[in-house]
T-cell receptor, first 114, second 111 residues
Framework: GAGVSQSPRYKVAKRGQDVALRCDPI?????LFWYQQALGQGPEFLTY????????KSGLPSDRFFAERPEGSVSTLKIQRTQQEDSAVYLC????????????FGPGTRLLVL | QKEVEQDPGPLSVPEGAIVSLNCTYS??????FMWYRQYSRKGPELLMY????GNKEDGRFTAQVDKSSKYISLFIRDSQPSDSATYLC???????????FGKGTRLSVIA
């Protein structure tokens, strides 16, 4: 079946621009996670949802970052007034219900802020 | 000190070698342990998943968890050039919650 998809795959933004990154989880998956992966580093947690409820946003680096999942399926991560330090790969993962469910990752969106 | 430590390598081995990758962690509440493989410009792909301590084997891959030492390992037998990738350890304290990742170890298997 279809995996997690993300769009766009690549995004170049000028500093100060707003960007929106989209994640389509695996159909029926209840949980959705956003991670940020800097070059040469492991992914770092940003925020996650269970259905439409945002359960934890403690990893969002600043109030310029905002995520939503209004209908409990597709999610959007928005970054306002982008800065050069926002340049990274943004990964989305989804999982089904159950305590031992694993997270399946999308290919990521590579954001470059100039 | 980060919660999860992983030597970033790079690690280069000849084809057919046994590869040993490992991570240490500081949070004793971690109970779920995973190894992901990430090819260049791709998302992480789950390789192994272990709950609590013990060993798990799947084909050429073996994962070990030693909670008393806060140490996890991944062994790859008969390594192949197609195993060349970055290997990420990940863990969490509760099921289906945000993962804490290591930095990743870059592995090259030379034919």
């Amino acid at each position: 079946g279809a995996g997690v998809s993300q769009s766009p795959r690549y995004k170049v933004a000028k500093r100060g621009q707003d960007v929106a990154l989209r994640c389509d989880p695996i159909s029926g998956h209840v949980s959705l996670f956003w991670y940020q992966q800097a070059l040469g580093q492991g992914p770092e947690f940003l925020t996650y949802f269970q259905n439409e409820a945002q359960l934890d946003k403690s990893g969002l680096p600043s109030d310029r970052f905002f995520a939503e999942r209004p209908e409990g399926s597709v999610s959007t991560l928005k970054i306002q007034r982008t800065q050069q330090e926002d340049s990274a790969v943004y990964l989305c993962a989804s999982s089904s219900t159950g305590s031992k469910e694993t997270q399946y990752f999308g290919p990521g969106t590579r954001l470059l802020v100039l | 000190q980060k919660e999860v430590e992983q030597d970033p390598g790079p690690l280069s081995v000849p084809e057919g070698a046994i590869v040993s990758l490992n991570c240490t962690y500081s949070n004793s509440a971690f109970q779920y342990f995973m190894w992901y493989r990430q090819y260049s410009r791709k998302g992480p792909e789950l390789l192994m998943y272990t709950y609590s301590s013990g060993n798990k084997e799947d084909g050429r891959f073996t994962a070990q968890v030693d909670k008393s030492s806060k140490y996890i390992s991944l062994f790859i037998r008969d390594s192949q050039p197609s195993d060349s990738a970055t290997y990420l350890c990940a863990m969490s304290d509760s099921g289906n919650t945000p993962l804490v990742f290591g930095k990743g170890t870059r592995l090259s298997v030379i034919a």
